[in-house]
């Protein structure tokens, strides 16, 4: 059974940092796209971020670039999310995503990141 399990989301001031982890479990994922999206109140869920399993190529939404680093481990099967410079706009709930070019796609529950001061 596949598991996605995010943590580290929490309540920080503007300009903060936070890094998500996304632990994954239940099969193999070198040839997945590993990805972060955010669903914030009344609004669609949108894309983060993402990286190759295999490779570490990755690629931003311009609403985050430069700011957000996506990142992973092999030997934990984990993927990261550091958020710097947050910003109040970036309040949502983040969900991990594990796709397999669009066949096999799986989500986790979501992780609240509230940006206020």
């Known amino acids: 059974q596949v598991q996605l399990v995010e943590s580290g989301g929490g309540l920080v001031q503007p300009g903060g940092s936070l890094r998500l982890s996304c632990a994954a479990s239940g099969r193999t994922f070198e040839s997945y796209f590993m990805g972060w999206f955010r669903q914030a109140p009344g609004k669609e869920r949108e894309f983060v971020a993402r990286i190759r399993w295999s490779g570490g190529s990755t690629y931003y939404a311009d609403a985050v670039k430069g700011r957000f680093t996506i990142s992973r481990d092999n030997a934990k099967n984990t993927v990261y999310l550091q958020m710097n410079s947050l910003k109040p706009e970036d309040t949502a709930v983040y969900y991990c995503?594990?796709?397999?070019?669009?066949?096999?796609?799986?989500w986790g529950q979501g992780t609240q990141v509230t940006v206020s001061s």
């Open positions: 995503n594990a796709n397999y070019y669009g066949s096999s796609n799986y």
